[in-house]
């Protein structure tokens, strides 16, 4: 997605009657347009007019001016509307109104401009009135007056809306009134003079008394429009190329403001919320459609207006089944009453909450309207997602303290607690305690307290630092990068906008907004994560059925494998309880912390092969009991395996600590002891990159017995699991591999090992590797003759990619580069396809070619991605590995992947 506009393709045609377009002409008339077409055809009461295409909005852009066809277009199209209508744009005696309004192919309500009444003037305001007849008709004229003029203004000539608003209400305050309806027709045409000094003021013009000017000047303002920031950002978040933009719409006015017996409305087919079918919509007697959007009134439910009109409402529920059938969707639906005649303004598919998606989905299933297979491709993972997390209840309006990066959805409230150890100690103490991790950043020594807390903050970091990750990992909620969070870890405060929070105080925060709540806000736990955890059955609820539907015939029809990202036997067991097929990324660096850290401290200290062999037997044991519980819980399903992959420093205390300590202690006169050798150790193993330097592959070379210790404990803990009569599938993954002989130098040992341990127990043990330096997805066809299996780690593939830490990055520019349309979405939120995707690409095709039989799957954060995981499974891979919590969300995805290119083989 990029910022700027295409060359236009246009054949010239820039306008289109309402006859002449359809729905499947949203690419150019947009869907306003398109529909309005579709509503014509169908023989609905739809006021005539016509559209001016995306593509005249396209060139308008480029060019900062209309195309030179498009005038002469409108014009054709303008008589013959008249000549349809019986009245004259801008005629004194007679004159048609028309409304001006903007319609992209995706759906954006309230991004962009509309206009109404254009076409009043001095003149024909007074032939309105004479039109309509009597003190209503005089009052109904210059209201909708003084509507253009206010509208006009603020939308075409940026004129500020406040200085209308504070004119109206001059008028209702000296009148001693509340409500426009009550203002005369004398007091409106005081308020049209006055309307129209703050035109003259703000705009430095005169109101545009030429009606076909006014219209130009309302095309070009829809067309700039698409550029507005609310637009912009709109686009952003849902994902909405930036070079599509928009159509426009003009039509006929019709008047809801006439009176007791005219009025405008909203409708659904179906209940957007819920689901649930039904009669639901808004009506507003006497008033046109922006007084329903703006709220300045009450509006009746639409049961009501039977009792006003019952013919009308008889007619709308009519139109209504017609409509659904039609789309065979819910339908949103605009329409105005005026003087008892009905006419239809807008239709399109309405936006639904997620559960309303599910529930509608499954209910046109059981209506015989639509088949399974369409019902998958009308929910997405991204609405199962929202389903799976808690959300808070905002009604009890809680003060918001700050607002970061919504790194892993959910609702979490407990009290603040700055260190990881004493959040372990709070917990273990208190089961039912609950606590807010707060950092500036996590590390791997930090995991305990994170598991403990009930949510994460931090001030830095992004969405795939490490707090974000290994918080979407345990299903646990996030908030990353609040840049305004000052956090004092000592002295076990946090202040933000002059309020200070203290250790022990609560706090709420909100993982799938970023928001950050002073005190605790109520939460509302969900239903469909209790299913998958087997404390709902499937027939719960409505929501639940139709999550429990869909998702077994997104199971059946997938081709996709879907593995988690597990690394304890507990998260084996929920990853299992979610759907996952078996385990693509078990992270053994996350065995080496807490009370086995001294272990680790000992290995980087020993300075012999005897106190190196002592450390490493040491370990021995812990990991095959880790391991044994891993192959219980995931029995009978593959589970692989990845050899220790950060560097060893992490492991050790901090530099800079470290030095402070050893430095106090000699100041004192005392001996450092143990804190002296490990400063030794940390400033000899000290790197400027440590994430380009001695790690993965490269550290099991250096470190001798490293991966030899690993590659054992894996081998045995499958054996033991075998004699106990299980079947365990370990495969072992060799990490950072940029050379085929890094990877044979591992493999020569690790064969050795296993032959010596596993055989004759009948366990097969695959060796293969993690492809996540650029150098191997490139070389893919020399290291697949030593590899088993391929696991792509995108995180740091793109990384490397790119060639920036993404720790570092996302808080730094990310979001400059997605207001510049660089980036569409963060390339670690969502694979680059162009880059990292082509690699990936690469390596599957020479790594199948070297090899026919070798499996392929991804384990970085980009499995759980709905994106993510079409692009895996087009581009031919086994499998996808993700966060156990994101595991219903790939397999839905893979399904929905899977219908949309026909496949449905199950895997």
């Not at 997605?1 to 060359?7: D, E, S, V």
């Not at 008033?287 to 509006?299: L, M, P």
Request: aromatic letters at 6%.
């Amino acid at each position: 997605m990029t910022g700027q506009q295409p060359a236009t393709r246009s054949t010239g045609k820039f306008v289109y009657a309402f006859a002449e377009g359809n729905r499947h002409l949203k690419d150019l008339l947009g869907g306003k347009g398109a529909n309005l077409a579709e509503m014509t055809n169908l023989g609905l009461p739809v006021p005539p007019g016509f559209t001016i295409t995306t593509e005249a909005c396209q060139a308008y852009l480029a060019t900062g001016a209309q195309p030179p066809a498009l005038a002469e277009q409108i014009t054709a199209h303008l008589n013959k509307l008249e000549a349809a209508i019986g009245r004259t744009l801008g005629d004194a005696g007679h004159p048609l109104l028309i409304s001006v309004r903007s319609g992209a192919k995706f759906s954006m309500p309230g991004m962009m401009e509309t206009v109404l009444n254009v076409g009043l003037n001095d003149a024909s305001v007074v032939g309105l009135a004479a039109q309509t007849g009597g003190e209503a008709g005089d009052r109904f004229a210059w209201d909708s007056y003084r509507r253009l003029i206010q509208m006009f203004g603020k939308t075409v000539c940026d004129v500020p809306g406040e200085a209308f608003e504070h004119a109206i209400d001059a008028a209702k305050a000296a009148k001693g009134v509340t409500s426009d309806l009550d203002l005369t027709a004398a007091d409106l045409r005081a308020l049209v003079d006055s309307y129209k000094k703050i035109f003259v003021e703000h705009a430095g013009r005169d109101f545009p008394q030429d009606p076909r000017e006014q219209l130009d000047m309302a095309v070009g303002a829809v067309f700039r429009s698409w550029n507005s920031d609310r637009a912009v950002l709109y686009r952003r978040q849902e994902r909405i190329p930036a070079d599509l933009g928009t159509a426009v719409n003009v039509q006929s006015m019709v008047f809801g403001n006439l009176g007791a017996d005219s009025g405008t409305g909203v409708a659904f087919t179906r209940d957007p919320g819920t689901g649930a079918r039904g009669v639901y919509g808004d009506y507003l007697a006497n008033a046109q459609g922006e007084d329903v959007v703006a709220g300045i009134r009450n509006t009746l439910h639409l049961d009501e207006l039977e009792q006003l009109d019952k013919a009308s409402y008889d007619q709308l529920m009519s139109i209504m089944a017609t409509l659904e059938a039609h789309y065979r969707d819910l339908c949103d639906i605009e329409f105005t009453i005026e003087r008892g005649r009905l006419w239809m303004l807008q239709t399109r598919v309405g936006k639904r909450t997620a559960a309303a998606a599910f529930i509608i989905a499954n209910q046109l299933v059981d209506e015989g309207v639509i088949d399974i297979d369409e019902a998958l491709g009308r929910v997405s993972g991204a609405q199962l997602a929202h389903l799976m997390f808690p959300a808070f209840d905002l009604d009890a309006a809680p003060e918001r303290l700050a607002k970061g990066i919504a790194a892993s959805p959910g609702a979490a409230v407990g009290t603040v607690v700055f260190d990881s150890r004493r959040a372990a100690e709070i917990v273990a103490a208190d089961p039912g305690a609950r606590v807010i991790l707060v950092r500036r950043e996590t590390n791997p020594d930090d995991l305990p307290g994170m598991i403990a807390a009930q949510g994460i903050l931090t001030s830095r970091g992004g969405k795939t630092s490490h707090a974000a990750v290994v918080a979407r990992g345990m299903g646990k909620t996030c908030v990353c990068g609040v840049d305004a969070l000052d956090v004092d870890v000592a002295g076990g405060r946090f202040a933000i906008g002059g309020v200070t929070v203290n250790d022990g105080d609560t706090v709420s925060i909100d993982g799938t907004t970023g928001a950050v709540y002073l005190g605790e806000v109520p939460v509302r736990p969900s239903e469909v994560v209790q299913y998958f955890e087997g404390a709902v059955g499937a027939e719960a609820s409505p929501l639940v059925t139709a999550v429990d539907r869909l998702l077994r015939h997104a199971d059946g029809a997938r081709r996709l494998g879907v593995r988690a990202n597990a690394d304890t036997g507990e998260d084996a067991a929920r990853a299992r309880r979610f759907g996952a097929a078996g385990i693509g990324l078990c992270r053994t660096e996350h065995m080496f912390l807490g009370d086995r850290r001294s272990l680790v401290e000992a290995l980087v200290l020993a300075d012999t092969d005897a106190a190196r062999t002592a450390a490493l037997a040491a370990l021995l044991p812990l990991q095959r009991a880790d391991f044994i519980e891993i192959f219980t819980a995931m029995d009978g399903l593959p589970v692989t395996v990845r050899l220790i992959d950060p560097p060893l420093h992490e492991f050790l205390p901090d530099y800079t600590e470290l030095s402070v300590k050893v430095a106090l202690a000699q100041a004192r006169g005392e001996d450092a002891g143990r804190d002296a050798e490990l400063l030794a150790a940390v400033t000899r193993m000290h790197e400027q990159n440590p994430m380009l330097g001695l790690r993965g592959v490269r550290l099991g070379l250096v470190i001798p017995g490293l991966f030899a210790m690993q590659v054992r404990a894996i081998a045995e803990a499958a054996v033991e699991c075998a004699r106990r009569g299980g079947a365990p599938k370990p495969e072992i993954m060799v990490p950072l591999v940029g050379a085929v002989q890094e990877l044979e130098t591992v493999r020569v040992e690790a064969e050795k090992i296993v032959d010596e341990v596993v055989g004759g127990h009948g366990v097969d043990v695959l060796i293969g590797t993690m492809i996540e330096v650029p150098r191997a997805a490139l070389t893919a066809g020399q290291i697949a003759e030593s590899a088993q299996f391929f696991s792509f780690g995108t995180n740091d593939l793109t990384q490397m990619g790119w060639g920036f830490s993404r720790d570092d990055v996302e808080g730094a520019f990310f979001s400059r580069y997605l207001e510049l349309g660089i980036f569409g979405v963060s390339p670690f939120e969502s694979i680059d396809v162009d880059g990292v995707g082509r690699l990936v690409r690469i390596a599957v095709e020479e790594g199948r070619t070297a090899r026919p039989d070798l499996k392929v799957g991804v384990c970085g954060e980009h499995g759980g991605d709905p994106e993510s995981v079409h692009f895996f499974h087009a581009v031919g891979l086994d499998y996808v590995s993700c966060s156990p919590f994101r595991v219903p969300i790939a397999r839905l995805e893979a399904g929905r992947a899977a219908v949309a290119s026909s496949g449905s083989d199950s895997r």
